[in-house]
Nanobody
Framework: QVQLVESGGGLVQAGGSLRLSCAAS????????MGWFRQAPGKEREFVTA????????RYADSVKGRFTISRDNAKNTVYLQMNSLKPEDTAVYYC?????????????????WGQGTQVTVSS
């Protein structure tokens, strides 16, 4: 019963940076695994990164490893995605998600709650 709202998207040039935020309400996120997914035009929603409920496990898609960083602040009920060295291929709608089914997951099907998404556009 958690509601998620993403913010921080926008238009940047290749090589630039953005920080996305995911603000949760309804319940604390301290007991939820959190993840970021993205969906480009004409493509399926794909995994970007995830962090376990206690922050002990973090995983990244190979395409963003070394450039993106996920973090969570349970006290603020917020999850962040710091995106550096952005590429045009990163252009997509980015979605925040929460899972109450497992402490950690990279599977889209195990996430119960989704935000509405925020657009990230990277120009060449």
């Amino acid at each position: 019963q958690v509601q998620l709202v993403e913010s921080g998207g926008g238009l940047v040039q290749a090589g630039g940076s953005l920080r996305l935020s995911c603000a949760a309400s309804g319940r604390t996120i301290s007991s939820y695994a959190m993840g970021w997914f993205r969906q480009a035009p004409g493509k399926e929603r794909e995994f970007v990164t995830a962090i376990s409920w206690n922050g002990g496990t973090i995983r990244y898609a190979d395409s963003v490893k070394g450039r993106f960083t996920i973090s969570r602040d349970n006290a603020k009920n917020t999850v962040y995605l710091q995106m550096n060295s952005l590429k045009p291929e990163d252009t997509a709608v980015y979605y925040c998600a929460a899972s109450g089914q497992t402490p950690y997951s990279v599977s889209r099907g195990l996430y119960d709650y989704w935000g509405q998404g925020t657009q990230v556009t990277v120009s060449s």
